[in-house]
């Protein structure tokens, strides 16, 4: 009798190990758990022109330049149930998004509005993860972002001079990646897409660079480096 129950206990192991999940048993005791997440982003706008655009006589183009990056955040992590997580990554991002104008004079060179930010960055996430697998597990990841920028030059002396951004924004975020875990912590990498939810311009009717916009939209593509555990 003894021996049957040995004996069953080993292949009950025997089947939990199949699939080479040695180090995600040990994880999959937490409830939750915390990490830090580095990041490379490439920040653009999306510009839409409007209608006093082809009435101007002073500029050709306003079109959107991407910009680099980088994230510095920390990861909070719930599990609900097997498959679902309920995550807050509370993060610092350093990004570049510029607005290039071409004027219609042909002896003048175009001319770059730079939007250099600090952004304060708030987003919550649900993921949803698929069975492991020989210690590894893939993900989706959808979620919204609240941003805050910290460095926004919408307020200074300058502001009447220049396009100006909002400081705040939200936006809708999709993405996807891979867990590894490792007997003391889980790496992730991750690529993810956000997408701004509301118009980011603070017009300005003196100011023809504001006048040929109608509205612009944020759009980020960040890939993350998550470090769990």
Same mark, same amino acid.
């Given at each position: 009798m003894v021996l049957l129950f040995l004996m069953s206990g080993q292949d009950i192991l025997a089947q939990k190990?199949?699939?080479? $999940?040695? $180090?995600f048993l040990d994880f999959q005791q937490k409830?939750?758990?915390? +990490?830090?997440?580095?990041?490379?982003?490439?920040?653009?706008?999306?510009?839409?022109?409007?209608?006093?655009f082809i009435l101007n006589d002073s500029i050709s183009t306003a079109q959107?330049?991407?910009?680099? +990056?980088?994230?510095?955040?920390?990861?909070?992590?719930?599990?609900?149930g097997q498959y679902f997580d309920f995550r807050f990554l509370p993060t610092l991002s350093f990004a570049e998004r510029n607005v290039q104008y071409s004027a219609t004079n042909e002896n003048r060179r175009p001319y770059t509005?730079?939007?250099?930010?600090?952004?304060?960055?708030l987003p919550f996430h649900v993921r949803y993860k698929s069975a492991p697998f020989k210690d590894k597990r893939v993900f989706v990841v959808t979620g919204?972002?609240?941003?805050?920028?910290?460095?926004?030059?919408?307020?200074?002396?300058?502001?009447?001079?220049?396009?100006r951004i909002a400081p705040t924004d939200f936006a809708f975020e999709i993405g996807a990646g891979i867990q590894f875990f490792f007997p003391y912590?889980?790496?992730?990498?991750?690529?993810?897409?956000?997408? +701004?939810?509301?118009?980011?311009?603070?017009?300005?009717?003196?100011?023809?660079?504001?006048?040929?916009?109608?509205?612009?939209?944020?759009?980020?593509f960040t890939?993350?480096?998550h470090f769990e555990g």
């Open positions: 190990n199949a699939r080479g $999940n040695y $180090n409830p939750y758990y915390f +990490g830090i997440t580095l990041a490379y982003n490439t920040s653009r706008f999306r510009v839409f022109h409007s209608d006093d959107a330049v991407s910009g680099p +990056g980088f994230n510095l955040g920390i990861v909070s992590n719930l599990k609900v509005r730079k939007v250099e930010s600090v952004f304060v960055e919204v972002k609240y941003s805050f920028d910290v460095a926004s030059d919408s307020r200074t002396r300058q502001k009447d001079e220049l396009v912590f889980i790496f992730s990498p991750e690529f993810k897409v956000s997408q +701004g939810l509301g118009n980011v311009l603070i017009f300005n009717e003196n100011l023809d660079q504001s006048n040929v916009i109608e509205k612009i939209i944020s759009r980020t890939v993350s480096l």
